[in-house]
Each structure stands twice: as structure tokens, then as C-alpha cells.
């Protein structure tokens, strides 16, 4: 069956660092792949998309990969802000016209 | 500008009562999805559709019917309610593309449910 995984365990990093989150995912192909952010008590909000011929996509201090052969994509935030602390989510748009499938999130707290 | 709007935000409802969610865009977006989120458990689409007049199922579709008679509405029903669908209740729409894949997607605020 078709699964995407991140890490649930949250992610800890000191300001000005980069954060570098993963979505795993089996049994799609081929995709599109989407990151969004979501703050507490808020829907999530749509941060990049990356296609499955692009291996890199980047705006201001996000920058999401995508290998299609590992079927993984890493997103990562430089130069990271304690206003960047919310819970970042991946999800696939597979080949059936339509259906978005989001992974669990990982958490991540950027500590001053 | 709108964007994605859910009715109610809030409810409280008892075990096998019924309740219908209202999602309305003013996007003109073909897709629309219902999703419940639990701890830990990230968004589940519960079901979802490409169109006016047609729905399909998602990951968590039992006990939950949709409708979509107008392209900017699609409703949610719990037919009769169970404490294991107390959840916060996301609606979202995108728009598709030449080939039928999704854009980004708006979610609207939520609609914390609670069946006791």
C-alpha cells in the first residue's frame, strides 16, 4: 500500500543552524511532492512544490530535494529562527488524478 | 478574498447523533478534500473530489458521506456519530492542472469536533 513517512520524533536545533527534515515514501510513482507548515491550531499552509523531473527547488531559506530513485526528499531551512518552530508536513500527489496523501509531520523547535 | 471557509468551528455532539460540515471556495478549484487530524497522526483524507458531482474515497472513509452538488461546496457527514471521530476536521481545495495533478492546496481553519 502506499505510505509516506517522516520523522515523528521533533527536531531540536539552535538558531542560525540548519534544519534538514525527511519524507520517505513507498509505492508512489511517479510524484509530485509538496511541503507545507502548519502552527498550532492553524491548517496547514503550502510552502514549495518540487515535480518528480526536478531534483532541487528553493526559495528564500528553504530548499527542498527530491530523489526519486531513494524515493525520499529533504527539506531544509537555513539559517534557521525560533519564528520558524511549527510542524512541517509532506505530501504526495500520486498518478491518480487528484488524491493528496500528507505524511504525520515533524515538529521542529528552533531555540534562541 | 476568502479562500477556503468551514462551518461550523466547533461542535460538541453526542454519540449517534448526526452533523453535516460545510466547505465553501471561492477559488474556482476542481479538487476538494476532508481530512481529520489526530495527535500524531498527521492529516488522514477521509475523501475527497475532482470535481462537481463526483467524490471518491480516501484513507479513513467509514462513517463518514460527502457531497459535492456545486463546484465551490463539499460536505461532510457523520451519519451517527462515535467518540472515535472526535478530531479536528480540515477541508481543503487545489487547483488541477493540465495533467490532472494537484497545485497547492488552501485548507480552510478547522472544525474541532467533539463526540461524547
Known amino acids: 500500500s502506499q505510505k509516506i513517512e517522516q520523522n515523528s520524533e521533533a527536531l531540536n536545533i539552535q538558531e542560525g543552524k540548519t534544519a534538514t527534515l525527511t519524507c520517505n515514501y513507498t509505492?508512489?510513482?511517479?510524484?509530485?511532492l509538496q511541503w507545507y507548515r502548519q502552527d498550532p491550531g492553524r491548517g496547514p499552509v503550502f510552502l514549495l512544490l518540487?515535480?518528480?523531473?526536478?531534483k532541487e527547488k528553493r526559495k528564500e531559506r528553504l530548499k527542498v530535494t527530491f530523489d526519486t530513485t531513494l524515493k525520499q526528499s529533504l527539506f531544509h531551512i537555513t539559517a534557521s529562527q525560533p519564528a520558524d518552530s511549527a510542524t512541517y508536513l509532506c505530501?504526495?500527489?500520486?498518478?491518480?488524478?487528484?488524491?493528496?496523501?500528507f505524511g504525520q509531520g515533524t515538529e521542529l523547535s528552533v531555540k534562541p | 478574498n476568502a479562500g477556503v471557509t468551514q462551518t461550523p468551528k466547533f461542535r460538541v455532539l453526542k454519540t449517534g447523533q448526526s452533523m453535516t460540515l460545510l466547505c465553501a471556495q471561492d477559488?474556482?478549484?476542481?479538487?476538494m478534500y476532508w481530512y481529520r487530524q489526530d495527535p500524531g497522526m498527521g492529516l488522514r483524507l477521509i475523501h475527497y473530489?475532482?470535481?462537481?458531482?463526483?467524490?471518491a474515497k480516501g484513507e479513513v472513509p467509514d462513517g463518514y458521506n460527502v457531497s459535492r452538488l456545486k463546484k465551490q461546496n463539499f460536505l461532510l457527514g457523520l451519519e451517527s456519530a462515535a467518540p472515535s471521530q472526535t478530531s479536528v476536521y480540515f477541508c481543503?481545495?487545489?487547483?488541477?492542472?493540465?495533467?490532472?495533478?494537484?497545485?497547492?492546496?488552501?485548507f480552510g481553519q478547522g472544525t474541532r469536533l467533539t463526540v461524547v
Open positions: 481543503a481545495s487545489s487547483r488541477r492542472t493540465g495533467s490532472l495533478r494537484n497545485t497547492e492546496a488552501f
Open positions: 477559488m474556482n478549484h476542481e479538487y
Open positions: 518540487i515535480r518528480e523531473n526536478e
Open positions: 505530501a504526495l500527489d500520486s498518478n491518480q488524478g487528484g488524491k493528496l496523501i
Open positions: 473530489s475532482v470535481g462537481e458531482g463526483t467524490t
Open positions: 509505492n508512489y510513482s511517479p510524484a509530485y
